[in-house]
């Protein structure tokens, strides 16, 4: 299996990369860890003259945690290193979890969470997770930086806002507010090595009180061409205390708005059966990470 | 445009020509002749290829050998020192954890790589810690007993490198 | 027979190196990364060759223009399948398959175009440059289908697209099951899976010029079949063709065939007069497939009401896909499997193959075995349930034990199955959970057997089954020649582990050549189950020859007579005296200076039982294994996902020559099980397109999937064979399926007849709803000749 021919070119630094984008266009792809690149050149289709490796830059790779800022990821930086520092699994675990799930040690070493986004595949598994937790990306190009929600980044099915000459620069999470938890459910067939078929992630921030909830997001992944956002339905949940019954309103709601594609996986219709549990099961984890273990 | 690359591979320099669409797995296996690195899918579904590059398990087959320059290779011709075997390998020859042997290479360098970043890894830890590396024969269970006894210290210092089977 | 009567049944017992988990003489090898397989040859002058594959699974091809292709710089030779165009099959039975196709296509990726080229991405690119123009015609993607298209023939020969049938009637079912106080009756799906070797079949052909002699090198379990094929094929006598196996990356029944590429191989090399290597990509490899054959069954059993069966009735339809394969074999083997292991004297069967525009299935791993095990078993259980009987108990009345004659001809020489149900049942506590888990917690059990070798082999049934040379001097130690295929099982420990306890030397002093047809003598291969029992016993006959001559001088030299003399420590002694002694190497070299090196020759041939009705030749087998298994699972009650938690088993191999090899056997054969059950399946869409040709989608179990395993090997030891050993490569995959089917009744009060039993399956069938059946139009995946054109 070889892939097809290419030049290849080694960026020293971003000005570096922003001209040989600028000059190369269409033509070129980004390479970060290659996981997703190098896999679909070697399949017929994807045939960039130009394969620009950002894997190298320094000011890529970088994971900060500031108390205003909130955390801010390189593009480029590794999915494992994201999962190694502590703050993204206690204040961040939908991503955490989101992260933990991507294929097996090999890929996560390899691969990298601009990568999982830019690619912009419908069953990405952290996406949902930055959507849920509000994370915006920071896109760089020639007329300068642009910066957008996660959820306006990601298009469609391998299509993003990334317009000729930008790149992907950085992803930021801001700092979740006091009183809140958040987890990433899927859904898989087989143990590990595997893609999810229905993911959902929720964030919950809860009232002082540690009952009530006072806000709420909740993010469906691969039941639709890009994660969705179902704003409608996590605001069921504001001003509530949770039950039961307001938690099958809820999934029902999301459920209403998936779009699952029917495939040889599994049908449109156990997708969205599968999502309603999601959506219950990740909303149970987050509250309970906030308000102990009695709804 | 074929170019001249510096690989550092089990620790020594090779200065090899290769064009920009050649895999770490290619070259090692083709041009450097070391085949003990398997290919099971080429797409980074089966772990096979699996080498250590900075000591961190990597795929080889989806990696490219110019973006690998300035990097520590280590291939699964490079455990063994002085004939003497890497207590990994010992452990899958003794407890059977090897049985037709294409996927050995790649689940002995993911297991160093696993025990590279947790010394001491609990049953579970490995069990997630392998899940990239398929292995049709043996069921994964005497894998599992192997890099077990690695951790719990069976092998730590083995002197015996004898494929012998006494 | 066994020569070797100076051991008695307790000196046996105490063998120095039989029965010990000596390491894999090959493992050094295999941890280091030296261990060659077939992609990792590399000869003087190699030349590299790629395959076309077609986009359609059902065309005639109207027009090949390769031109491009042929004067693209580094390419050498170019090949379509009118250069070759002999069709092959196994054992010549309706050979269909060829080198590439020939005017038409007949499956998904069906190789029509090679390229011979100085690198492999030259081959390539050059095959970019191949136009081929096909006229589609519609596919046949169904069993059903296939039987009810009477104008849509694949092969022309073939009526209603009938590849082969089968009919068996011993006593008289329809009276049985009319007398019977229990009949159950189900049908069951069992899905097309693929062996999913890690290793993708790999070929190097390298033609001789100037000798007029091709060596092939070629991952497969039967060199000696796979000489004839080619000799057939590409027109070269049997004796110029040297076929050497390198490691083989697994096999599991699924190398026991030639693929078209060995063939396409050495015909290119004998074009260019230099080595051709070809290596499937993953993708070509499942269109190859050779996997376990998807099978509709439909079975009926009658019992009575203590519990003993009466009679079974079992129809069975096999998807062929597009060729014969093993097909012929598989088919008539369920029908063999179905008399074991339980006592039944009534049985009818009948069953039919028929071709399809799929992946050709043949040999793998439990063939026909997962088949039959996964309705009779699940029949059990329900029959278990009507009569109020626990289901161990069930199994416990209808068990076969040593000495069982079926109502065919096969007899049971020795069986400890009772032993291994008992064995599983109590370590679980079977009986006292079953029936009484919470709801979505389960447990099942299920059993089965399997032949070690054929007593009548497809192919070269009149020959010697195995024969073995052994050399024995001072120069080389021990070095034993026998043609049989280590794939991964162990095969080369095991027969040095014979060779050793014979002659009393370690491991070390034994060299094991075979694998290459000049070398290694004639042996019907690595199938069947049939290495350890069949070509133990020729080594061993091999080893107690040699050692005959060893004793002779011995004998001389201590004034004792040779049936008195014993081997052990590499030390010649008399067993009444062990202080008259000779060294074992001391031995041989008065042998040397008087007679020479010294060779030995042994062989086997299972006995020929004798019998008079259809099928007689498949499935009689001088011994079978046996496996009792139980599977505990979790079925979630929202998702329908089923986990298995936890698996019992245990195995009647006879005596285990390797422990530690028969668990690896063992745990590997449930994992197999375990993913035809839960996630593995093959799956083609309406137009015959493999939607999944990659290991992402095609899911072997990883580490994720396996439950946590209990292992037992039950104490027995089988006196016909070389050292007690017998068959347990293929028992334990049988039954796996049928025990997690049986558990999540157990656990959730539904019986899942299709496999694999997906989420999907399983969250239907608790709500009561159908699943759905083979209805995709299109898919999402991208193909790996997508590019090609297709018309
Ligand atoms: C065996 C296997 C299993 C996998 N399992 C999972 C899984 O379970 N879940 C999951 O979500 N994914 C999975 N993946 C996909 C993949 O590993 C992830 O998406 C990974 O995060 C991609 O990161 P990368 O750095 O390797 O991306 P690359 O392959 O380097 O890049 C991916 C795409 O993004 C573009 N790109 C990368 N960085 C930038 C940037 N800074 N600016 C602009 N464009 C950029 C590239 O041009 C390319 O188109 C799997 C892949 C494999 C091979
Ligand atoms: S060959 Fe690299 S992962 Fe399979
Ligand atoms: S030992 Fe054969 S695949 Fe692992």
């Given at each position: 299996m070889y892939l097809p021919s290419f030049q290849y070119l080694a960026p020293k630094d971003t000005g570096e990369l922003a001209s040989l984008l600028s000059d190369h266009g269409d033509k070129a792809r980004i390479l970060s860890g290659g996981t997703d690149l190098l896999v679909q050149m070697k399949s017929p289709g994807l045939r960039p003259d130009f394969v620009i490796d950002i894997s190298g830059l320094d000011e890529l790779s970088g994971i900060n945690f500031d108390a205003k800022t909130g955390l801010v990821i390189g593009s480029a930086a590794k999915l494992d290193d994201i999962m190694e520092m502590p703050v993204v699994k206690e204040k961040y675990f939908a991503l955490w979890q989101s992260i933990e799930t991507i294929g097996a040690r090999q890929i996560r070493t390899m691969g990298s969470l601009g990568g999982n986004i830019c690619n912009a595949s419908p069953a990405a598994d952290t996406p949902p997770a930055l959507v849920a937790l509000s994370a915006e990306v920071s896109i760089a190009g020639a007329k300068g930086d642009r910066v957008m929600p996660v959820e306006e980044f990601i298009r469609g099915n391998r299509q993003t806002a990334l317009k000729k000459g930008e790149y992907l620069k950085s992803i930021t999470l801001p700092v979740p507010e006091k009183n809140s938890g958040s987890a990433y459910h899927h859904f898989r067939v087989r143990g590990g090595m595997e893609i999810a078929m229905v993911a959902v992630a929720v964030q919950v921030v809860l009232e002082k009180n540690n009952k009530t909830i006072k806000d709420a997001s909740i993010a469906l992944g691969v039941v639709g061409p890009t994660p969705i956002r179902a704003d409608d339905a996590a605001k069921i949940l504001v001003g509530q205390k949770p039950s039961e019954d307001l938690l099958q309103t809820v999934s029902q709601a999301c459920a209403d708005i998936s779009k699952p594609i029917d495939d040889f996986r599994a049908s449109a219709e156990y997708r969205k059966e599968i999502l309603q549990v999601l959506v219950e099961e990740a909303f149970d984890e987050a509250y309970i990470q906030v308000a102990g273990d009695s709804k | 445009m074929k170019q001249v690359v510096q690989l550092n591979i089990n620790d020594s320099p090779y200065e090899v020509m290769v064009a920009p669409n050649e895999t770490l797995a290619d070259v090692v296996r083709r041009k450097l002749g070391m085949t003990g690195t398997k290919l099971g899918c080429e797409q980074g579904d089966c772990g096979a290829c699996t080498i250590l590059i900075d000591g961190r398990s990597h795929l080889s087959c989806i990696t490219l050998a110019v973006a690998s320059e300035g990097k520590e290779i280590v291939t699964i011709?490079?455990?063994?020192?002085d004939g003497k075997l890497d207590p990994i390998q010992q452990a899958i020859l003794e407890k059977q954890g090897v049985q037709c042997g294409i996927c050995t290479p790649g689940v002995i360098m993911s297991a160093k790589g696993l025990l590279n970043e947790n010394p001491e890894p609990s049953h579970a830890e490995i069990v997630v810690g392998m899940s990239g590396n398929l292995c049709r024969c043996t069921g994964y269970e005497k894998i599992f007993d192997a890099v077990e006894a690695v951790a719990a210290g069976e092998y730590d210092d083995e002197k015996t490198s004898q494929a012998g089977a006494e | 027979m066994d020569q070797d009567s100076a051991y008695t049944r307790e000196q046996i017992r105490e063998f120095d190196i039989v029965g010990k988990s000596v390491p894999r003489v090959e493992g050094y090898d295999k941890v280091t990364g030296r261990a060659e397989f077939t992609d990792d040859i590399d000869l003087h002058g190699m030349t590299y060759a790629k395959v076309y594959c077609s986009p359609v699974a059902h065309g005639i091809i109207k027009k090949i223009d390769a031109g491009k292709a042929e004067n693209y710089p580094g390419v050498l030779a170019v090949m379509t399948g009118k250069d070759c165009p002999k069709p092959y099959s196994v054992n010549n039975l309706l050979p269909t398959e060829t080198a590439l196709a020939v005017e038409k296509v007949v499956y998904f990726g069906e190789g029509i175009v090679a390229v011979a080229a100085i690198n492999e991405q030259i081959a390539s690119e050059a095959l970019e440059l191949v136009d081929v123009d096909i006229e589609e015609l519609e596919p046949i993607v169904t069993a059903q289908e296939a039987e009810n298209s009477p104008d849509n023939l694949i092969h022309d020969f073939a009526k209603n697209n009938t590849n082969h049938t089968a009919e068996q009637h011993f006593g008289d079912v329809d009276d049985a099951l009319a007398k019977a106080d229990v009949v159950v009756e189900e049908t069951f799906y069992t899905s097309s899976v693929n062996g999913g070797f890690i290793e993708p079949q790999s070929v190097v052909a390298d033609y001789d010029p100037g000798k007029d002699k091709i060596t092939v090198y070629n991952c497969n379990q039967l060199p000696h079949m796979l000489q004839h094929t080619i000799s057939k094929t590409i027109d070269m006598?049997?004796?110029?063709i040297r076929v050497i196996i390198p490691n083989v990356g697994g096999g599991f029944g699924g190398k026991s065939e030639a693929t078209p590429s060995v063939l396409t191989a050495c015909f290119l090399s004998r074009k260019i007069g230099r080595p051709v290597k070809l290596t499937y990509g993953r993708d070509e490899s499942l269109y190859q497939n050779k996997g376990r054959h998807a099978c509709h069954l439909s079975l009926k059993l009658g019992f009575n009401k203590d519990g003993t069966i009466q009679a079974l009735d079992l129809s069975v339809l096999l998807d062929g896909g597009a060729h014969s394969g093993w097909g012929f074999v598989v088919l008539w083997f369920i029908a063999a499997l179905t008399h074991l292991p339980y006592k039944v004297r009534n049985i009818r069967y009948d069953g039919r193959r028929v071709y399809t525009n799929k992946p050709t299935p043949g040999a793998q791993r439990s063939f026909g075995g997962v088949q039959a095990r996964t309705a009779v078993e699940s029949c059990f259980d329900m029959a278990a349930e009507k009569l109020g009987i626990n289901p161990y108990e069930l199994r416990m009345i209808n068990a076969v034990e040593t000495g069982y004659k079926c109502p065919s001809v096969v007899e049971v020489r020795h069986a400890e199955f009772k032993k291994c149900l008992e064995s599983v049942a109590e370590r679980s506590d079977f009986v006292n959970k079953w029936g009484k888990l919470p709801r979505g917690r389960g447990i099942g059990m299920a059993a089965g057997h399997y032949s070690s070798g054929g007593a009548f082999l497809l192919y070269n049934s009149s020959r010697a089954h195995s024969t073995a040379n052994i050399r024995v001097d001072t120069e080389a130690g021990a070095t034993v020649f026998c043609g049989v295929t280590d794939i991964g099982q162990g095969s080369t420990t095991v027969m040095s582990q014979i060779a050793c306890e014979v002659f009393g030397i370690p491991m070390r002093k034994v060299n094991f050549i075979c694998q290459d047809t000049l070398l290694s003598p004639m042996d019907n291969g690595t199938m069947d189950s049939r290495a350890t029992y069949g070509a133990g016993h020729a080594v061993k006959n091999a080893a107690l020859d040699a050692r005959q001559k060893i004793f002779a001088v011995a004998a001389a030299h201590l004034g004792v007579r040779a049936e008195q003399l014993q081997c052990k420590e590499e030390r010649i002694s008399s067993i009444y005296d062990d202080n008259r002694f000779i060294g074992f190497w001391e031995a041989v070299s008065l042998h040397q200076d008087v007679k020479g090196t010294i060779f030995g020759t042994g062989d086997y041939t299972p006995p020929q039982p004798r019998g008079d009705y259809d099928g007689k030749i498949i499935g009689p087998s001088p011994a079978f294994g046996f496996t009792a298994q139980i599977a505990e699972v979790d079925v979630n009650l929202r998702t329908g996902q089923v986990k298995v938690l936890k698996y019992y088993e245990a195995t009647d191999c006879g005596k285990a020559v390797n422990p530690a090899s028969v668990e690896g056997q063992v745990e590997g054969g449930v994992a197999m099980g375990l993913g035809q059950a839960l996630i593995e399946e093959i799956v083609v869409d309406r137009k015959g397109r493999?939607?999944?040709?990659?290991l992402h989608d095609y899911k072997i179990p990883t580490t994720m999937d396996m439950p946590e395993m209990d292992t037992v090997i039950v104490d027995g030891y089988d006196p016909t064979s070389a050292y007690g050993g017998k068959e347990v490569g293929e028992a334990p995959t049988g039954p796996v399926c049928a025990a997690i089917m049986n558990a999540v009744y157990d656990a959730v009060g539904v019986r899942l007849t299709e496999l694999p039993i997906t989420p999907e399956k399983v969250f239907r069938a608790m709500r009561g709803q159908h699943s759905r059946g083979l209805e995709l139009e299109t898919t999402t995946i991208g193909f790996a000749n997508a590019k090609i054109r297709s018309v």
């Open positions: - | 011709e490079g455990l063994e020192k | 006598p049997v004796d110029d493999v939607l999944n040709p990659n």
